[in-house]
């Protein structure tokens, strides 16, 4: 079985793969650090199957450098070796055309990489973060880059902390955009804001590269701002889930199990939306 770590600044995501199957996933802050004891006790309390014997592989795509070790350790003492850790530096399926590619978050890499082998291009992945991002990829399997805002939570919190007179609220969509009462306002303000800036920046994309992409968003809001958008088509919540699979394939195409037979023993010093949503339909 394959699992795969997605570490983000304010969630982690995991899944474990049967195949080419995600058999199950699941989130967790990543605000709180853990150990590497931890996390091995964790992954194997949430995946139980890593517990029992077979051939076992990992993935991981972090953008926190400081967790990154903790979950490397956890995913080497479960699968028995050490996990595949993406980058720029490795296959992606996916020509990344940064002026920096090593500058490139490891998610973007997954989120290409699944867009393009499972949506074709061109495609627009919006995700929703800590930071909404917006990555662009055109024919000839090209990453051109994007656009990085920030995030609808982070703007939101970030306004509270910073205006004396407004307090926490539910995000949610309002029935009005016209808000009856501060909080209604807030609500209207932040979740039409957002709607509005994923519209604007994939028309203005869309423009600019002379394309009609696919877009598809991907994270934690995703389907709650897919509802009132004009450009959002798809929703994939596992879509960087099945990035990292996609790049593990690419990596070691003989899958899990051959991959583990062939890797040296580890040192002795280490303990062993939903569905689819159809707005248009492209050229």
């Keep these: 079985m394959l699992l795969a770590i997605d570490v983000g600044n304010t969630e982690v995501t995991l899944g474990l793969f049967d195949g080419r199957r995600l058999a199950r996933s699941f989130r967790l802050s990543s605000e709180t650090r853990r150990t590497a004891d931890e996390l091995t006790l964790y992954l194997t309390q949430v995946f139980p199957e890593l517990a029992m014997r077979g051939e076992h592989a990992g993935v991981i795509a972090s953008v926190v450098p400081t967790a990154t070790p903790s979950y490397m350790e956890a995913a080497r ?139 598809v968003a991907t994270g934690g809001l995703a389907s709650m701002i897919a509802v009132h958008s004009e450009t959002i088509e798809k929703v994939d919540p596992d879509l960087t889930l099945h990035g990292l699979r996609i790049i593990y394939e690419l990596n070691h195409p003989d899958g899990p199990e051959k991959t583990q037979a062939a890797a040296p023993k580890p040192s002795p010093r280490r303990d062993p939306k939903r569905g689819a949503k159809s707005k248009r339909n492209r050229k």
């Design 77 to 215: 003492r479960l699968c028995g070796r050490d996990p595949l850790e993406v980058s720029s530096l490795i296959p992606s399926g996916v020509e990344i055309d940064y002026r920096d590619p090593q500058s490139t978050g490891a998610d973007r890499i997954a989120n290409a990489a699944a867009a393009l082998r499972l949506y074709g291009a061109p495609v627009i992945v919006v995700d929703f973060g800590t930071a909404t991002t917006f990555d662009v990829i055109v024919k000839d399997r090209r990453y051109i880059g994007g656009v990085i805002a920030p995030g609808v939570i982070t703007g939101a919190d970030h306004l509270i902390r910073r205006a004396a007179r407004l307090s926490a609220f539910e995000l949610r969509a309002p029935e009005h955009v016209v808000g009856r009462s501060t909080e209604e306002s807030l609500q209207s303000g932040v979740y039409y804001g957002a709607v509005g800036q994923v519209d604007a920046i994939v028309r203005r994309i869309a423009a600019e590269e002379r394309i009609r992409p696919m877009v």
